[in-house]
């Protein structure tokens, strides 16, 4: 079981939006700026989407935008491209004990 | 663009050392900020952190490993490596290295399978 909790799947039509949410606590996602998303197509290496909640690396489509309120991340996705299609999985500092948390992925299905 | 590629056995015995290599490319191993972190996900369950290296050598290790784990970074070779000792079926998984920027990580290898197995 992992430690943040994201939905198994989610799924949209092209040009829709989407939003996947990525729950923890007090002692990860909800106490530090710290929060990461990946977007992972298997058997490739993950690629970064988003950092510190809500800023996009270099090269990554402003469609991609990140957000927390207290315990919960999300990544949302607007303008839903069939190139979105792949798993996603949030990350977050953990404090100096546990260090990195991960979710368990969320499966993004454009239909 | 820096580029990690992990390599080593994909099939280790129980009990043994799991030993694997992380090549770095596109930039120097020994410059910057960075941490050098190794993550590991088995099939069908989510990721796990096992820890990581800066490049002075200091090292953070997930408390449920950290009596099983050794992170070391080679500069020259621009390489860094996890053991992780007596393994079990548990321990089957596919292993991750990345660079971590700060704290989270940003680049990733694309992963290689490990199985413990007789």
């Known amino acids: 079981q992992s430690a943040l909790t994201q939905p198994a799947s989610v799924s949209g039509s092209p040009g829709q939006s989407i939003t996947i949410s990525c729950t923890g606590t007090s002692s990860d996602v909800g106490g530090y700026n710290y929060v990461a998303w990946y977007q992972h197509h298997p058997g490739k290496a993950p690629k970064i989407m988003i950092f510190?909640?809500?800023k996009r690396p270099s090269g990554v489509s402003n469609r991609f935008s990140g957000s927390k309120s207290g315990n919960t991340a999300s990544l949302t996705i607007s303008g839903l491209q069939a190139e979105d299609e792949a798993d996603y999985f949030c990350?977050?500092?953990?404090?100096?004990?546990?260090?990195?948390?991960f979710g368990g992925g969320t499966e993004l299905t454009v239909l | 663009q820096v580029q990690l590629q992990e390599s080593g056995p994909g099939l280790v015995k129980p009990s043994q050392t799991l030993s694997l290599t992380c090549t770095v490319s596109?930039?120097?191993?020994?410059?910057?900020?960075?941490?050098w972190s190794w993550i590991r996900q088995p099939a069908g369950k989510g990721l796990e952190w096992i820890g990581r290296?800066?490049?002075?050598?200091?090292?953070n290790y997930n408390p449920s490993l950290q009596s099983r784990v050794t992170i070391s970074v080679d500069t020259p070779k621009n390489q860094f490596s996890l053991k992780l000792s007596s393994v079990t079926a548990a321990d089957t998984a596919v292993y991750f290295c990345?660079?971590?920027?700060?704290?989270?990580?940003?680049?990733w290898g694309q992963g290689t399978l490990v199985t413990v197995s007789s």
């Open positions: 510190d909640v809500n």
């Open positions: 990345a660079r971590a920027d700060t704290v989270l990580p940003d680049y």
């Open positions: 290296i800066s490049t002075s050598g200091s090292t």
């Open positions: 990350c977050s500092y953990a404090g100096s004990r546990s260090f990195v948390v």
């Open positions: 596109g930039g120097s191993i020994g410059s910057g900020r960075y941490y």
